[in-house]
Every structure is written in structure tokens, then in C-alpha cells.
């Protein structure tokens, strides 16, 4: 296992992939990746929760061997860039990994200070903190980078409530579902032409000629791929989810009334899928009121479909209605925010991007420089993210018990900073802030 130049693989036992089925040992390598900001502070409590529930839950015959692997800053400073080829190669022979939050640039700036996120105009020092270490030329993203490389088309997001968090939709006690969100094409794929530009132009004189539309002269142009192969892979992933965990229903989302051949293509190919690979164990809703009368089988899981601005509504006013979702990339982007608004933000909820055979766990939300080193922050979002990749690898026990852990945790007002906040601004008696670390042992001591 020497094949690496940074990356040192430690003892332990390599997961592998056997007819498109997990195979871990007792002992499995995970690579992580702390991230950049408060990846620093957050990385350390998941772990030891994660360590806590494994040892509490099989009595020390199974243990994580971890595996740093490098991006970001770190990256950088090893390999002179933010994200390695030696990284992304250390994840795909790992097969599994979790990740704290990575600097993404937004602005114009040709350069980002990945200690402090500054951006500017040139490299060396950086102009606000003044660190000589931490300065890259401007990059896309790391985040969507690795999706990308390692094709993680999957981008999954449970979203639920927890009792004790102050949440500001009057239903958030019924939401409890996931969302299964296409990591590659739609606008991840897509191609964005300047207003202007030559191939602005050729596509603007290229529509007005095949089918007599007339777009604007003046108008930038966007062209977004939606395909048959990485609808179906996800729908698949997002129906075998279903069934394997029981769960009443799959819900299509798609803007179809109006982009019929993308988004309406979306939606056929889906129900395509499901007749196809689960038609034995599916019933959408057509057959449901029109042969079944409205009586669901035992067993059977119903296949239905929602245009994506009504969902939005009926997810605050109707959320048990849903158990899980599967949309293209950008409405799922919206979707996945909205919804862990409903529940209160908690940590902006946890994430994971799944492919066929490599699997990554997330924090989904920022770096939030100017406080790290602090202990402050909510590791909630890393922790529940662990939470996924303890199912994900067959160790529900573990999971259960970190689950456990953390709904006494806040129920018991044992809360960061951002939670105590909302639940003493809501007048509630016996709320104890504590420190990053200090809400982790919170978690183990309640497992």
C-alpha cells in the first residue's frame, strides 16, 4: 500500500466492492478530510463520536482505522494545489471517505487565501491575514470537483426534525425525508455563453433557423444536459433506497410542463426505470387510483411525480406525505436548503455523494473562517454525515446510537452557540451553551 507519495494508508482492512455490494471488514480504512476553516475545529468531535458509537455498539471488535487524505489548504501546502490527482486516487482505492467544508471562491478575483477565504488579485501574501501559505490562483470548486472525478452522481440529503430545535414551520415535527439530487449534469454540466460572445451569437442564429425562435440579441445563453444514463442511475439509487429501507413512496421532481425534453424527460425516463428494474415492488399513482382504488398494496412502494415549484409548497404544508425525492441537479440544490430550513438549519444538515462503487460523506455547509480555532461552531452537520456512512458501510447499530446521542443531546439543551441562540430567544429554561468539542461528548454521553 505504498503507492502514494502523502498519503499513508494505515493498518486496517481495505474495503472492497463485490457484484455491486459493500464488502467491510472489521476494521476498514476511511480516508477524511478535515477540510478548510472550521473543518479544523468540527473534524475532531465527529470523530470521536463516530469512534464512541462504533466501540459502544460492538463492544470493541470493530474499530475505523482513519486515513488523512489531502485537499484545500491542506492540499496546497503538499502538493502546490487544492486538489491532488494523489487525493482523489486515495478516495477511489478507499472507496469510502468523509470531508469537513472546503474554501470555494465566488467572487472575480483571480486568487483565494484558503485560511481566511480572502480574494484578490495576486498571489503571495494574503492582503487581509497576512499568512504566506494559504494563497491559490482561483479554482471552480473542490467540492464539485471531486463529485466530478470520482462521478458521484448521487448528492443525498436526509432532512428531519429533532425535537428541542426551534424550527419555524408548524409541521417540521412530520418531516422526515431524503433527497436524492443528480451530482453531474442539468446545470453541473452545463455551459454558460457571454452575452455577445461568438458562440452566443452561433446558437441564437442556429435556434432562429431550425425552428423560426426569436432570442433576444442582447442575451447571455445557457445550455444545461439532462441525459437518459444519469437519470435512470439515479432514480435507480433513489428507488433501491426506498425498498431496502421500507419507506412508502418516491416522489419524481421535475420542471417537465415547461422544459419538456430535459426536465419533462426527466420525470418519463424515471417512471421508465421503475417499470423496467422495480415493477414488481412499485406502483405509481395512475395505477393506484384508476385499478386499485386508492388502496395501496402491502409491501409495494408508490412511484409519483411533482412539478417542482408545487413541491416546494406542498414540503412546508403536506411534508409526511414524502419519504423521498429524486431531482435534477439545480432543483435539488434548491430543494436541499429549503428543506433543512423547515427543521431549523441544524447544521445545515448532513450530505453524501454516492456512486457505483465510491462512496463520499460531507458537511454541506461553508468553512466560516473568522471562527475557526474557536471550538464554537456546530459539528451537527459532520456527525449526522458520519451518521449516513455508518448505514452506508452496515453498521446501523453504531448509527442508531449516534442518532440516539444526539436528539437526547438537544432535547436536554446541550447546544452550540447557534441553537442556544434560537431556543433562549424562544424563552426556553435549562439551555446550557457548550463549545464544538463539548457538544460531541454531549452526543457520547447520551448514547
Request: some cysteine.
Amino acid at each position: 500500500m505504498s503507492q502514494f507519495q502523502h498519503v499513508k494508508i494505515p493498518k486496517g482492512d481495505l474495503i472492497q466492492v463485490r457484484d455491486g455490494k459493500l464488502q467491510v471488514g472489521n476494521h476498514p480504512i476511511i480516508g477524511k478530510l478535515r477540510g478548510d476553516g472550521i473543518g479544523l475545529d468540527i473534524f475532531p468531535a465527529a470523530e470521536a463520536v463516530v469512534d464512541a458509537a462504533v466501540d459502544k455498539a460492538y463492544g470493541g471488535k470493530r474499530k475505523i482505522a482513519w486515513c488523512p487524505v489531502y485537499c484545500g489548504l491542506e492540499g496546497l501546502n503538499r502538493y502546490g494545489e487544492v486538489l491532488p490527482q494523489e487525493s482523489i486516487d486515495a478516495i477511489t482505492h478507499l472507496k469510502v471517505a468523509i470531508k469537513g467544508p472546503f474554501t470555494t471562491p465566488i467572487g472575480e478575483e483571480t486568487h483565494v487565501c484558503l485560511h481566511c477565504a480572502h480574494q484578490q488579485y495576486q498571489g503571495g501574501a494574503c492582503e487581509k491575514c497576512g499568512k504566506q501559505d494559504g494563497v491559490a490562483k482561483r479554482f471552480r470548486s473542490i467540492n464539485v470537483g471531486l463529485r466530478q472525478k470520482m462521478d458521484l452522481y448521487a448528492c443525498v440529503r436526509p432532512v428531519r426534525y429533532f425535537e428541542g430545535v426551534p424550527a419555524p414551520n408548524r409541521y417540521a415535527q412530520q418531516v422526515n425525508f431524503i433527497i436524492f439530487r443528480e451530482n453531474t449534469e442539468d446545470v453541473y454540466a452545463g455551459h454558460d455563453f457571454e452575452r455577445g460572445s461568438e458562440v452566443a451569437e452561433a446558437i441564437i442564429a442556429l435556434i432562429k433557423e431550425k425552428t423560426g425562435r426569436q432570442i433576444r440579441p442582447d442575451s447571455g445563453i445557457g445550455v444545461k444536459p439532462i441525459s437518459v444514463t444519469g437519470t435512470k442511475r439515479l432514480v435507480r439509487r433513489a428507488l433501491d433506497w426506498a425498498v431496502r429501507n421500507k419507506l412508502p413512496s418516491v416522489t419524481l421532481v421535475h420542471k417537465g410542463n415547461i422544459m419538456k425534453f430535459t426536465e419533462g424527460s426527466f420525470c418519463k425516463w424515471g417512471y421508465e426505470l421503475a417499470a423496467e428494474e422495480f415493477g414488481d415492488v412499485t406502483v405509481t399513482e395512475k395505477k393506484l387510483w384508476e385499478e386499485l382504488d386508492g388502496k395501496m398494496p402491502a409491501g409495494r412502494v408508490l412511484l409519483k411525480d411533482r412539478i417542482a415549484d408545487s413541491i416546494f409548497q406542498q414540503i412546508q404544508t403536506r411534508p409526511g406525505e414524502y419519504s423521498v425525492l429524486a431531482l435534477p441537479n439545480l432543483n435539488g440544490d434548491y430543494l436541499s436548503d429549503a428543506a433543512i430550513a423547515l427543521v431549523g438549519g441544524l447544521g445545515l444538515g448532513p450530505g453524501a455523494n454516492i456512486g457505483d462503487e465510491v462512496a463520499m460523506f460531507e458537511a454541506t455547509h461553508g468553512t466560516a473562517p473568522k471562527y475557526t480555532g474557536q471550538n464554537k461552531v456546530n459539528p451537527g452537520s459532520l456527525i449526522l454525515s458520519a451518521e449516513m456512512m455508518l448505514r452506508h458501510m452496515g453498521w446501523p447499530e453504531a448509527a442508531e446510537l449516534i442518532m440516539r446521542g444526539m436528539a437526547k443531546a438537544i432535547k436536554d439543551g446541550q447546544v452550540t452557540y447557534d441553537l442556544a441562540r434560537l431556543m433562549k430567544a424562544e424563552g426556553r429554561k435549562g439551555v446550557t451553551e457548550v463549545s464544538c468539542s463539548g457538544f460531541g461528548q454531549a452526543i457520547i454521553e447520551r448514547m
